[in-house]
């Protein structure tokens, strides 16, 4: 990768692999708990949305829709109500290698990038567009700041038992 796109990539890929540590070894009860009043998003969903968030950047990036294939397989963004999707009783590592395959899909873009593509505008939500280099940093920063709500909800589930 070139320079700057490899720094901005170990950022995105750095944050996934932190939360993975996060959640490796958690039960079924523990990714599927919605906080001690059952109104929180669970560490599934969060997972889920993660993933899903990063698939739409993958192709953002490259200036495509996502394929209808992949948002049958991984899902929407939000449910009907504009909430996260639920995810129950799927295992943790079906939703780590989902992100996985994603991850590898993004490392893959930004392979092909260069330092001068991170200035190339593309589409975002609701009509709106960014640089590709925001795009990148916006991963890395959404998956910090799910890490901090997985944190919480794991400290939450322990103070229940």
Known sequence: MSPTVG???SM????YQRLNRLVIGLTQD???????NNELNSIAQLLRHLAVVDLHWVYRLQSSEVPSELTGKF???YDE?????????????????????IQDM????CK??????LDKVVPFENGNSSTIRWGIWHIADHS???????????????GEL
């Not at 523990?30 to 001690?36: A, H, R, V």
């Not at 109500?81 to 395959?101: A, C, D, F, M, T």
């Not at 993004?106 to 873009?109: A, D, G, L, P």
């Not at 092909?112 to 593509?117: E, I, P, Q, V, Y």
């Open 7 to 9: 720094l901005l990539h």
């Open 12 to 15: 995105v890929t750095y944050n």
């Open 30 to 36: 523990q990714i599927d708990y919605k906080g001690p």
């Open 75 to 77: 899902g929407p963004m």
């Open 81 to 101: 109500e504009g909430k996260l999707p639920s995810v129950r009783n799927v295992p943790l590592h079906v939703l780590l290698e989902e992100y996985e395959q």
């Open 106 to 109: 993004f490392r893959e873009v």
């Open 112 to 117: 092909k990038l260069s330092d001068a593509d």
């Open 144 to 158: 910090r700041h799910h890490y901090s709500s997985i944190v919480q909800l794991k400290k939450s589930f322990e």
